[in-house]
């Protein structure tokens, strides 16, 4: 089975319209949408509206913090910079749409993958898998070979031996790895709405669980207009130049 994955979204409609046409161009069998759909970018009924339709097609979609957080009422733990962002979002969004939000699952297992947005030890509190020792962490709290999950914003790759020793790479877009069936593998698929690792290139992954192999992706679009956007919609400044930064 060959798993798309696209994380944090983050209300931003040109690069998620340029990352599913490049999905679909390279073909699999299941998308795996690990939430954030929504906050910082201009378009989050579109984005809420474009992961409906990918659910009803089929599509495995989760929830992430930022959707909790617009689905409810207070802050959730988000920084005070996020705020400004969070109320906008919650009045662009409708009743309906906020429901549906508030509803989604925090994780999903297919085959031998475990698909969710922060980690696989305490979904619900929204941990980063920041590196090796929260990797192996969550590696440890489920027996599936493959764990998937978004939040962190960049591209990650680890694993786990038989005998407990744990790597981390450093993906390449477009470079397929192959994942020994010998270890374990946790891999962060990048956010396709807000990368922040200093390339503004759009970020997901295809997981092929036959083969047994990862592929990392980022996928150029116009940041420029996804950043105005932001800015003719009054959200903070500070959101837009970080499209344009990568940051």
Request: charged content about 20%; hydrophobic content about 40%.
């Amino acid at each position: 089975m060959k798993l798309a994955l696209l994380s944090d979204l983050h209300a931003n409609r040109q690069a998620t319209e340029a990352v599913w046409a490049h999905a679909c161009r390279q073909g699999f069998d299941r998308l795996v949408m690990l939430g954030d759909y929504v906050d910082y970018g201009a378009d989050p009924a579109w984005t809420v509206d474009f992961a409906r339709a990918r659910q009803q097609e089929g599509a495995v979609v989760l929830q992430g913090n930022h959707d909790e957080a617009a689905a409810g009422e207070g802050n959730h733990g988000l920084s005070e910079h996020v705020l400004p962002s969070l109320r906008w979002t919650r009045e662009a969004l409708s009743t309906e749409q906020r429901q549906w939000l508030g509803a989604l699952p925090l994780s999903e297992q297919l085959d031998q993958c475990l698909a969710v947005h922060a980690n696989a030890r305490h979904p619900e509190e929204w941990a980063y898998v920041q590196g090796r020792v929260e990797a192996i962490d969550s590696l440890q709290a489920t027996p599936c070979q493959y764990v998937v999950c978004g939040h962190m914003h960049e591209q990650a790759l680890y694993h786990l031996t038989m005998t407990g020793k744990t790597g981390a790479f450093q993906p390449t877009s477009g470079v397929t790895i192959p994942l020994s069936a010998a270890r374990r593998w946790l891999a962060v698929a990048g956010s396709v709405g807000q990368p922040r690792d200093g390339n503004p290139a759009a970020a997901y992954a295809m997981l092929d669980m036959t083969q047994g192999s990862i592929t990392f992706f980022r996928i150029p679009y116009d940041h420029d207009t996804a950043a105005r956007r932001i800015e003719q919609a009054g959200l903070p400044a500070f959101f837009a130049q970080r499209l344009r930064d990568g940051q």
